[in-house]
Nanobody, 117 residues
Framework: QVQLAESGGGLVQPGGSLRLSCAAS????????MGWYRQGPGKQRDLVAS????????YLDSVKGRFTISRDDNAKNTVYLQMNSLKPEDTAVYLC??????????WGQGTQVTVSS
């Protein structure tokens, strides 16, 4: 069983920054990719950022240049999402995911990010 523990969400003013963390534990065969989705009120779930085991990254167009995904150098099953210049439209529940090389997907419980003055 794989568990994903997220942290770092909260309330921030427009223009502010937050850093989300996601640590995977349990029996992990081999990670193919990790990253974050988000789902705002009444909106579809969007892929925000992902990073592969080869460190290739991909971003939602609306967050390019503001968000950065990275992996911990010492704990490869831990990823971070640095979010800068936050906007009210970034308000959402952010969900961490892990895809393994067997095609299985695992999810965290989500962390709320609210951008408001």
């Amino acid at each position: 069983q794989v568990q994903l523990a997220e942290s770092g969400g909260g309330l921030v003013q427009p223009g502010g920054s937050l850093r989300l963390s996601c640590a995977a534990s349990g029996i992990i065969f081999r990670v193919n990719s990790m990253g974050w989705y988000r789902q705002g009120p009444g909106k579809q779930r969007d892929l925000v950022a992902s990073i592969t085991r080869g460190d290739d990254t991909d971003y939602l167009d609306s967050v390019k240049g503001r968000f950065t995904i990275s992996r911990d150098d010492n704990a490869k099953n831990t990823v971070y999402l640095q979010m800068n210049s936050l906007k009210p439209e970034d308000t959402a529940v952010y969900l961490c995911f892990l895809n393994d090389v067997r095609g299985r997907a695992f999810w965290g419980q989500g962390t709320q990010v609210t951008v408001s003055s």
